[in-house]
């Protein structure tokens, strides 16, 4: 049973467009009928007949999988509900929206910002069979901004955001991180093709994570597609490389006590020092695979649980990035990537065109680069890594990511 309320307030080229609020309750029921696995759910006012005909013409069809509900345990404490944030009054967001916008064009006066400010706020309500029953109650307030300059035949465009149970300050710093960006891009530089070293930023890096978030899910792994689906206890990757699924961090919007099937839930190593450490299964791909359930079973009202990623940490290192950047002779900063996972990302290929990107001389970024792309794999790429730096970002809400820094890679510039 979810019963909760989402307030959506948005602004398009620098003025407010809309403010919603919406109202959200439904009831999903799953369970298995004469061995086969059915699924049905309903909004609003539910009919509590029409949905059990529902659910056993579901059962009907389903899969014959040996799924064991989950009985009651106990689970950590996680703090997942800020009581202030359903108070704030929706009046408070459209001054923030305004305050974002006149910020940043401060800034640079050329710019179309977009804002969307987002406040959900939900309680759930979960019983099974097994005498199993959960309780929890969720908070979210999110920021996400889009920049955009176009001057000529130079467009540039920036996005970032940040998420938290709680209304705070924080959105300032990711108003300042734009517009130090926005400036930094006013410089431009030109690269040539070739091998250099390449220093990705927290949101570019993702280029890099995806494949292995894609290689740890245990559908992947049930499905026989995963590359690293025989790979536990095997060295992949850089001994600097440890990455973690950890939904106990308290005051995270993805973090949870238990999962969406009851399960608990316990932070998990799935890279340890570059060592394929774990994967992470709900109840059906753990019945499949004949292994226990991670606690990662995640679902929406209308869909069926399936493995999925809660905080995803990948853990810092010891230089900083004034350093980094320092110790460049020649190399390329990545702050970003276009077309994340639309290449064939599970097999580790990669190959994006890079925007906005940095030229970076002498220890120094000289200008944003432009018609540039990256390829490579990370199956050989993070072999081997010549620096992690100590300060990490959120990135989307739900990663963790710090700065990557690669000895080498294929950087591919248009007519050079």
Same mark, same amino acid.
């Given at each position: #049973?979810?019963? *909760? ?6 602004? %398009?080229?620098?003025? @407010?467009?809309?403010? %919603? #609020? ?21 909004? *609003? ?18 899969? &014959? $999988? ?24 929706? *009046? ?7 305050? @974002? ?29 097994? =005498?199993? +029953?959960?309780? %929890?109650?969720?908070? /979210? ?28 300050? %924080?959105? &300032? ?16 530089? &030109? ?9 990705? !930023? ?20 049930? &499905? ?8 536990? =206890? ?21 973090? /949870? ?13 799935? $890279? ?27 679902? /929406? ?13 990948? +853990? ?24 994340? =996972? ?5 097999? =580790? ?14 220890? +120094? ?7 540039? /792309? $990256?390829?490579?794999? @990370? ?7 010549? !620096? ?29």
């Amino acid at each position: #049973v979810v019963d *909760g309320e989402s307030t959506l307030i948005s602004f %398009e080229a620098n003025e @407010i467009k809309s403010a %919603e #609020v919406e109202q959200m309750q439904g009831v999903a029921l799953r369970g298995i009928v004469n061995g086969k696995l059915g699924f049905a759910a309903a909004s *609003g006012e539910v009919d509590p007949t029409a949905l059990v005909e529902d659910f056993l013409a579901s059962a009907q069809f389903g899969d &014959r $999988i040996p799924i064991v509900f989950p009985p009651s345990a106990p689970a950590p404490q996680v703090t997942t509900y800020d009581p202030d944030l359903p108070q704030v009054p929706i *009046g408070r967001f459209v001054e923030i929206g305004r305050e @974002i916008v006149e910020t940043l064009r401060e800034a640079d006066e050329g710019v179309q910002v977009y804002v969307d400010i987002e406040r959900g706020v939900f309680a759930s309500n979960l019983r099974n069979s097994a =005498g199993n +029953e959960t309780q %929890e109650c969720t908070s /979210s307030f999110s920021v996400t901004i889009g920049v955009e300059r176009v001057r000529d035949d130079d467009v540039l465009v920036l996005e970032e955001s940040i998420s938290n149970i709680s209304l705070t300050d %924080e959105y &300032r710093e990711l108003v300042q991180s734009l517009a130090r960006k926005v400036a930094l891009a006013r410089k431009t530089a &030109r690269l040539r093709s070739g091998r250099m070293p390449v220093l990705f !930023a927290p949101a570019g890096g993702l280029v890099l994570l995806l494949p292995i978030i894609l290689a740890t899910n245990g559908e992947n792994v049930q &499905r026989g597609i995963s590359p690293l689906a025989d790979k536990l =206890g095997v060295t992949i990757f850089d001994p600097n490389i440890t990455l973690w699924d950890d939904p106990t961090l308290p005051g995270r919007p993805d973090s /949870s006590a238990y999962d969406d099937e009851g399960v608990p839930c316990r932070p998990k190593a799935l $890279i340890m020092h570059g060592v394929c450490s774990a994967f992470l299964y709900d109840l059906k791909t753990a019945a499949l695979m004949g292994t226990q359930s991670t606690g990662n079973g995640m679902r /929406s009202l209308f869909s069926p649980p399936s493995p999925s990623t809660s905080n995803l940490i990948l +853990e810092p290192g010891k230089t900083s990035i004034h350093d980094l950047i320092g110790g460049i002779e020649h190399g390329l900063l990545v702050e970003d990537v276009l077309g994340l =996972g639309q290449n064939n990302a599970i097999s =580790g290929a990669f190959s994006n065109v890079v925007d906005p990107a940095y030229a970076i001389e002498h220890g +120094e970024i000289v200008g944003r680069v432009k018609n540039v /792309s $990256i390829a490579g794999n @990370i199956y050989q790429d993070l072999c081997q890594v010549a !620096a992690i730096s100590r300060e990490s970002i959120w990135v989307h809400g739900d990663i963790k990511m710090p700065y990557i820094l690669l000895p080498e890679l294929n950087v591919i510039c248009e007519g050079r």
